[in-house]
């Protein structure tokens, strides 16, 4: 660390052991408008207080150089301030002592603020701005190795910060609060930056450009701060330790060791009223209590001691949506875990199926978009379309870029396991009427962006774009025709089209894809991960082969190559459409998978993980981040299709590890939770509706605001894009058992019984199709059918499976079983 005496703060900070040489703060000579009299570096510190009946005032160690002293003494660095600084907002009327120790275990930073005056002092908060390297700006490979995203645990005394790069390489830095020290929230900086606006604009306000683009300084607040008070000689210390962990489990680790709360929950914070989260805790102190938000609807059973001195928790939820549960140990201390309590998942995925036939299907025969899946608005309690758009672009209620296109990816990904004929004759009415009538031009199977297409976007023209340049669009329709062609391939229904009709349509779409211009700059298909895109990779070819489609087959198989081969050559080959994103991680990864390209494969793996949260927070917890970090959007559709990759790498190609599949089941049941059971609004005509993204930094805004989405609880409660986060949420939905380094067998998704040398497994995990033992290494999957139970006999190495087909009407039902040893499999067909 490089402490700069002239600016009162630290302006570097590395690893002497990181392979990359991570710069993790801000570098003042980089960004000269962030130098300014009133700077926040690393180190200094913010408060707003008043002396006895005083109006309130500003004071920060910033800019108070003419009351600042400096010592290093040994390992120690002593910075003291001391009398009223001259400068309007230095400090005044309190002294402030900083002593920086670096030690063998870790970096200690302890303040002590003393009332120096003849009245008392109150504050109204304490902070510490957090002025780290998340700029993020250049390639993709400086992004990914140099910039580094913050990751907040705000949860009282048990509170912690760690900063990670975004490729998952380790280290990351941990920042703990010390002895009766705290935090109980942040401040961001939310005025427009200097650099976009240098007239009104402040140097720590967010941003955001095609090539750069950051969150803007967030302020961490010191809990209690806000009610302080110090009498005349009165002084109050708080502390926080740096150090570096090896893993995002090792943080674990640093907070017991520096007297925290180590915590781990299972299956994740997101969890089922039909299951139960699984709580270890570790502590140095004495755990006293667990204390519920809803202690008549909230169960909390000890379950013992464990080895190496977890104790072991068991809770369940009954009150649907945020669920807190307060940890007090030691003396008066706390730690709060935030989850989240949703329905059992197969009642969620076909309420919102249900949901999506029966309001976002336009059946007004005069709207552009007749039979279009609509995006659809919870506060107005309707259909984005002509006559209700209060947003500002047509393109709202026009029934494409993504909003108008992912209700019907969701619906037929669904309905591929779960056919309903009403359900089914929509998407048939959907993909005949409104995309191929109104959404498509032809000739040449030309996507356009919204409908009505010729109206818009006359500034593309003389561009080669003529508004077919979006490529996540034909991403979309070439998914949900695939899923047509596997229902009907599936179960042959009378009311739909042949098979091969949907296949055919996949592929012209596919190949409109690679023919026509495509933004950005015209290698959006070629060049570009678009989300939604595993299918044309993986899939699409060999249904074309064994459908007799060779040559079309072949095409394909050359286009992915092709695309695969890009990926390939590039370091992190994961750009999209801002300056960083996370939305190509499923795309790349698919792409690579299908030409056995390993490390592109480790690469996407390891950015998915390494993106997102790990600290026990319901909406950090394993779900994405983007360009502007933690305090814009939390949960969104990347939560599960980003989560995807780490799905199928650890559990159908086995290359995981524990906190790999962890990771992965956790971000499926956390993609589930901007689906309405209640909490979002408890509207009856509302249930089943979905929220389309979740924002913890902003302030609610129930008000219609032309071109703002009105935001309620944090989210907002409109359907957008949310259905693509569904399809990778159904791709994801299995059940996994695994050996816990602690627990020992436990199950995510399912319920699992030993007796013996037989095991009984029983699945809920939305699907109940798909099984993965990683105790006994093998998988099982079914189509067309459920399973009820699973009985395994080791001894015998028998598998009895139990199903069901849930009133569908079919014949027979594909099971795929994978081990590398013999099993004897017994089949039992319950209904």
């Not at 109050?236 to 090792?250: G, I, K, N, P, R």
């Not at 995925?349 to 995006?375: R, S, V, W």
């Not at 495509?518 to 082969?545: C, H, K, Q, R």
Request: proline fraction near 4%.
């Amino acid at each position: 660390m490089r402490f700069d005496a002239e600016r009162g703060g630290f302006v570097s900070l590395k690893n002497k052991k990181d392979i990359y040489q991570t710069e993790y703060l801000v570098d003042p000579s980089e960004f000269p408008e962030m130098d300014v009299p009133d700077a926040k570096w690393f180190g200094h510190v913010v408060t707003r207080y008043r002396i006895g009946e005083s109006a309130w005032m500003v004071g920060n160690s910033g800019p108070s150089a003419d009351v600042r002293s400096i010592r290093l003494n040994g390992n120690k660095l002593e910075v003291a301030y001391q009398g009223d600084s001259s400068h309007e907002e230095g400090l005044k009327h309190f002294d402030l002592s900083m002593e920086y120790v670096l030690a063998e275990k870790g970096f200690h930073w302890n303040m002590t603020f003393a009332n120096r005056s003849d009245k008392g002092i109150a504050f109204d908060y304490i902070g510490i701005p957090l002025l780290f390297n998340q700029i993020f700006r250049g390639d993709s490979q400086y992004k990914y190795e140099q910039n580094v995203l913050r990751h907040t645990c705000i949860a009282g005394e048990g509170s912690y910060i760690y900063w990670a790069r975004s490729n998952g390489v380790p280290p990351c830095l941990v920042m703990l609060a010390g002895e009766k020290t705290g935090l109980s929230g942040i401040d961001l900086e939310r005025k427009q930056n200097i650099k976009t606006d240098p007239e009104k604009g402040v140097p720590f306000g967010s941003y955001g450009t095609f090539n750069e683009s950051w969150e803007g300084l967030v302020t961490v607040i010191l809990k209690g701060s806000s009610t302080l008070q110090l009498t005349p000689g009165e002084s109050v210390t708080y502390s926080f330790t740096l150090d570096w962990a090896d893993s995002f489990a090792d943080i674990s680790r640093l907070a017991f060791e520096n007297g925290l709360v180590e915590v781990e929950v299972l299956p994740g914070m997101v969890v089922p009223d039909d299951d139960r989260a699984t709580l270890l805790l570790r502590s140095q102190k004495e755990v006293h209590s667990l204390e519920p938000s809803f202690p008549g609807r909230t169960h909390i059973t000890y379950e013992g001691e464990r080895e190496n001195g977890y104790s072991v928790y068991s809770i369940g939820f009954q009150s649907l949506g945020v669920n807190d549960i307060t940890i007090h140990y030691g003396d008066g201390e706390q730690m709060v875990l935030q989850f989240f309590c949703v329905e059992n998942i197969e009642k969620l995925i076909d309420k919102h199926a249900a949901f999506i036939a029966d309001n976002h299907f336009e059946t007004n025969p005069e709207d552009p978009c007749y039979h279009g899946l609509l995006m659809w608005d919870m506060t107005l309690n309707s259909r984005i379309n002509s006559t209700c758009n209060p947003y500002r672009d047509d393109w709202w209620a026009g029934g494409s870029d993504e909003i108008g296109l992912v209700s019907g990816l969701f619906l037929s990904e669904k309905n591929v396991y779960r056919p309903v004929e009403s359900q089914l004759k929509v998407l048939e009415a959907y993909l005949s009427d409104f995309v191929e009538n109104r959404l498509t031009e032809q000739p040449g199977y030309r996507v356009h962006r919204m409908v009505p297409w010729f109206v818009m976007f006359d500034p593309w023209k003389g561009y080669g774009a003529d508004d077919v340049w979006r490529a996540f669009n034909y991403v979309h329709v070439i998914n949900t025709y695939f899923n047509m062609y596997r229902i009907q391939k599936g179960y042959c229904i009378q009311y739909l089209k042949p098979a091969t009709y949907y296949l055919d349509k996949a592929y012209r779409y596919t190949k409109a894809m690679f023919s026509y211009w495509m933004f950005p700059e015209g290698v959006g298909s070629t060049e570009y991960g678009n989300m939604g895109e595993l299918t044309i990779p993986l899939y699409l070819a060999d249904a074309l082969a064994s459908e007799g489609m060779s040559e079309e087959a072949e095409g394909i198989r050359e286009i992915s190559t092709s695309k695969s081969s890009f990926f390939q050559k590039e370091a992190y080959p994961f750009g999209s459409e801002m300056a960083y994103d996370s939305t190509a991680y499923e795309a790349v990864y698919a792409y690579a998978k299908s030409i056995d390209d390993q490390q592109t494969m480790e690469k996407a793996v390891l950015a998915s993980f390494g993106n997102r949260g790990h600290q026990p927070q319901w909406y950090y917890y394993n779900t994405d981040l983007r360009a502007h970090g933690e305090t814009f959007w939390n949960v969104s559709y990347m939560t599960q299709l980003g989560g995807w990759t780490m799905y199928d790498y650890s559990l159908n190609v086995g290359m995981g590890d524990y906190e790999l599949i962890k990771s992965a089941y956790a971000s499926y049941l956390a993609g589930w939770s901007l689906i309405n059971s209640g909490y979002w609004d408890e509207d009856p005509k509302k249930l089943g509706s979905s929220c389309w993204v979740l924002h913890t930094g902003q302030e609610d805004s129930k008000e219609i605001v032309p071109g703002k989405v009105p935001l309620i609880k944090k989210a907002w409660q409109i359907s957008g894009e949310s259905g693509l986060g569904y399809f990778a949420g159904l791709k994801m939905a299995s059940s996994v058992i695994i050996e816990h380094p602690i627990l020992g067998l436990y199950g995510f998704g399912c319920d699992v019984k030993v007796d013996g040398s037989v095991w009984t497994i029983r699945p809920r995990d939305g699907l109940r199709m798909r099984v993965h033992d990683t105790v006994n290494d093998w998988s099982i999957e079914m189509d067309r059918s459920s399973i009820i139970e699973l009985k395994i006999d080791l001894s015998k190495r028998n598998l009895r499976i139990s199903t069901a087909n849930d009133g569908i009407d079919v014949s027979e039902a594909n099971i795929c079983l994978k081990s590398e040893r013999p099993w004897y499999l017994v089949i039992d067909r319950e209904h």
